[in-house]
């Protein structure tokens, strides 16, 4: 999937893409540094989806990026200025309708939402080998703080990881969100938002059950585990070979998507099934297929971005419109031409 998921009553989380797996309770030597001195790289081609003449552009997009990239927009800046629409990734919202005051007031109820219940620990909730690649790892990567090890395992492993990939140069910076936006501004274009949306009705209520409530992060913090001990040079490679343009090479550095794993564990149990989280992922994925057959219905031209495991993945959703009847056009690799 994988939309992103705002919990404005919880958190918002970034999740890390997918891991390689590592040899259990070793830890690699640190990567070398990506070189990051790159100058207006010119990033992957753009996938055409065609009915007729009608096309949709598709960007695909990979975080993390080399830190610091300046990536050449000019080919998506040409295609948005024809655009009748732009269409994001799909998301999922769940969110509370209680007005400004009343956001106010569960401001109290929000301290501690990524915290442990019961003021445990890591070391109470996760596997002792898992614990023992964590203090490694964290002593590496955050060094002396302690406050990390009274954290939910998958709050945890974010900031982990966080701090990790910018030991090999990379950064969660959103790069070409900011080019687009930029973009669609000097269009008066606002991009179309594919939204699977709940609103809780008792926010307090919830919140307190959140907190309460038993999630299995501690796949998801294995999993994350696994990738900064043993992935972080696959995903210098992968974020060289975006801003290098070489499809090929992303191709090749698919891995197995974490995103599902750490999103399942927050969407998924009794506590998502009560209040409908765990029927937004597949809602929201039919909203963009919608989207996109209305745009293209009304437009001659229309631009989408998704992550790039939607674009390359035979059960992503570019695969699902080429099911559908839509004729599918991969970009050549910049490393080719």
């Known amino acids: 999937m994988r939309p992103i998921v705002v919990l404005s009553l919880a958190a918002s989380l970034a999740l890390p893409a997918a891991h390689a797996q590592a040899p259990a309770?070793?830890?690699?030597?640190?990567?070398?540094?990506?070189?990051?001195a790159v100058v207006r790289v010119p990033g992957p081609g753009m996938w055409q989806v065609r009915r007729g003449d009608h096309t949709l552009w598709?960007?695909?997009?990979?975080?993390?990026?080399?830190?610091?990239?300046?990536?050449?927009?000019?080919?998506?800046?040409?295609?948005?200025?024809?655009?009748?629409?732009?269409?994001?990734?799909?998301?999922?919202?769940?969110?509370?309708?209680?007005?400004?005051?009343?956001?106010?007031?569960?401001?109290?109820?929000?301290?501690?939402?990524r915290s442990l219940p019961d003021d445990r620990r890591l070391?109470?909730?996760?596997?002792?080998?898992?614990?023992?690649?964590?203090?490694?790892?964290?002593?590496?990567?955050?060094?002396?703080?302690?406050?990390?090890?009274?954290?939910?395992?998958?709050?945890?492993?974010?900031?982990?990881?966080?701090?990790?990939?910018?030991?090999?140069?990379?950064?969660?910076r959103n790069i070409v969100g900011s080019e687009l936006e930029a973009a669609m501004k000097g269009r008066g274009l606002k991009p179309v938002r594919p939204v699977a949306k709940i609103t809780v009705a008792n926010p307090k209520k919830a919140i307190k059950e959140f907190k309460a409530a038993e999630f299995a992060d501690a796949?998801?913090?294995?999993?994350?585990?696994?990738?900064?001990?043993?992935?972080?040079?696959?995903?210098a490679a992968r974020a060289d070979a975006w801003a290098r343009g070489?499809?090929?090479?992303?191709?090749?550095?698919?891995?197995?998507?974490?995103?599902?794993?750490?999103?399942?564990?927050?969407?998924?149990?009794?506590?998502a099934s009560k209040y409908g989280m765990d029927r937004l992922e597949?809602?929201?994925?039919?909203k963009w297929i919608a989207q996109v057959e209305s745009s293209l219905s009304k437009h001659r031209v229309a631009f989408a971005t998704l992550p790039m495991r939607e674009v390359l993945s035979p059960d992503g959703l570019v695969a699902a419109l080429a099911a559908k009847g839509y004729v599918v056009e991969a970009p050549a690799s910049e490393a080719a031409q």
């Open 246 to 271: 070489d499809i090929d090479a992303l191709r090749s550095l698919r891995h197995q998507d974490l995103a599902d794993v750490c999103e399942r564990a927050m969407l998924g149990g009794q506590f």
């Open 58 to 113: 598709i960007l695909g997009t990979v975080s993390p990026l080399p830190a610091g990239m300046a990536w050449n927009s000019a080919r998506v800046r040409g295609v948005i200025a024809q655009a009748g629409e732009v269409i994001a990734p799909p998301s999922i919202t769940v969110d509370a309708d209680i007005g400004f005051f009343g956001k106010l007031a569960l401001l109290p109820s929000l301290v501690g939402v």
């Open 219 to 235: 796949e998801c913090f294995r999993k994350t585990l696994d990738r900064v001990e043993s992935d972080l040079p696959a995903l």
């Open 282 to 286: 597949a809602e929201a994925r039919a």
């Open 25 to 36: 309770g070793q830890v690699a030597p640190a990567p070398q540094l990506l070189e990051t």
């Open 123 to 172: 070391s109470d909730v996760v596997p002792a080998a898992d614990y023992a690649r964590w203090t490694a790892l964290k002593q590496r990567y955050i060094g002396r703080d302690g406050s990390v090890e009274r954290w939910r395992p998958m709050f945890a492993g974010f900031e982990l990881y966080e701090k990790a990939i910018k030991t090999v140069g990379l950064s969660g």
